[in-house]
């Protein structure tokens, strides 16, 4: 184990690589509470406003692959200073946006501060002492998901008690103590192998999904098998496509398609695919159900209340369909105060040979 100053350093490195760490869970979750009531006050659609959270994750696709290899490159701390930059940034166009656009863009530039998430985990697994490294790794992966908790709460707490607005200048503010914490107490670390960065394939993947989520998201207004939304979808398709043939002849991919065939890998990315799905459930339509003017003024055991219930009949259908036998009653005999006891003759109630 390292002694004298290194130590110091590096466990301030590793106090100021957590705060990044939270910062990241509040950056991409702190704003989904307050979805509803920035509808209501720009008076949109839902779609609309669902870009908020996707301008933020398409700009995060793209950013943090990237950020990865420059951070090889040219040094992981410098990247790491423009990651938290645009997070400053994007919180600072988006607490002075007057309209869903500005705020929109403003997501795409706090999207781009996504790189911090490798970054961060590279910077750790350099400075760490020796077999400490996955603990420290570990503690900054478990940190982000204490931040998007956090961010949850934080969220609503700061729209309820002063406004939507509030919460971006909060994400300016710890980007601002952030951003000089890594330049006073986190070393720079050294670089890797000089590699090319693979931008064609940056711009391929996020091309392919803007494509396909702009299509999606705006059906309902054109129509499904409008000529716009058919060209959308078909411009995703091909440009995937095309993606997937670049990365698989390129020496330096942005994805290793050959690793990503392996099993352990597909089956990884499946699972984390389906959790970032239910999040984003959970992140957009739950807070649309739960603000539903009929769900506020009436209490629950009253929802149901109006509706009719299944008769006996239409009831017993269901179970004959199903095969459920009812149970048979044999109908109790009324007791008439004597018993036939069983080696014969009538006895009391309660006879000792029964």
Not at 39 to 53: E, N, P
Request: net charge positive.
């Amino acid at each position: 184990m390292r002694s004298g100053p290194f130590v110091r350093s590096d466990r301030a490195a590793a106090w100021v690589l957590g705060v990044g760490a939270l910062d990241l869970g509040l950056e991409q979750f702190m704003i989904l509470p307050v979805l509803p009531a920035i509808q209501r006050d720009h008076g949109t659609s839902i779609t609309t406003v669902a870009w908020l959270q996707t301008a933020f994750l398409l700009a995060a696709v793209g950013a943090v692959p990237l950020f990865g290899r420059l951070g090889d490159m040219y040094g992981k701390r410098r990247l790491l200073l423009i990651a938290i930059a645009a997070f400053a940034a994007g919180s600072l166009v988006c607490a002075l946006a007057n309209s869903v656009g500005g705020l929109i863009a403003g997501r795409a530039v706090q999207g781009v501060g996504a790189g911090l998430g490798p970054l961060a985990i590279g910077i750790a697994r350099d400075r760490a002492p020796r077999g400490r490294a996955p603990v420290w790794i570990g503690l900054l992966i478990a940190t982000a998901g204490a931040g998007a908790a956090v961010g949850l709460l934080a969220g609503g707490v700061l729209a309820e008690h002063a406004s939507v607005s509030a919460i971006f200048w909060v994400l300016f503010g710890i980007a601002a103590v952030l951003f000089a914490g890594v330049v006073l107490l986190v070393p720079e670390t050294p670089r890797g192998t000089a590699t090319r960065p693979d931008l064609i394939g940056s711009f391929l993947l996020v091309g392919a999904l803007v494509s396909f989520l702009l299509a999606v998201s705006k059906a309902n207004t054109w129509g499904w098998g409008s000529a716009k939304v058919v060209t959308l979808i078909v411009a995703a398709v091909v440009v995937l496509v095309t993606f997937i043939a670049y990365e698989r002849a390129t020496a330096e991919p942005l994805l290793d398609m050959h690793l990503l065939a392996r099993r352990p890998a597909w089956s990884a990315n499946l699972v984390a695919f389906a959790m970032g799905f239910a999040l984003f459930i959970a992140g957009i339509v739950v807070p649309q159900i739960a603000t539903l003017p009929g769900l506020r003024r009436r209490p629950w055991p009253h929802i149901y209340a109006d509706r009719p219930r299944p008769s006996p009949g239409r009831a017993g259908d269901h179970r004959r369909r199903l095969g459920i036998r009812p149970a048979r009653r044999t109908p109790r005999r009324p007791h008439s105060g004597r018993r036939r006891c069983a080696r014969g003759g009538d006895r009391l109630r309660r006879p000792r040979c029964c």
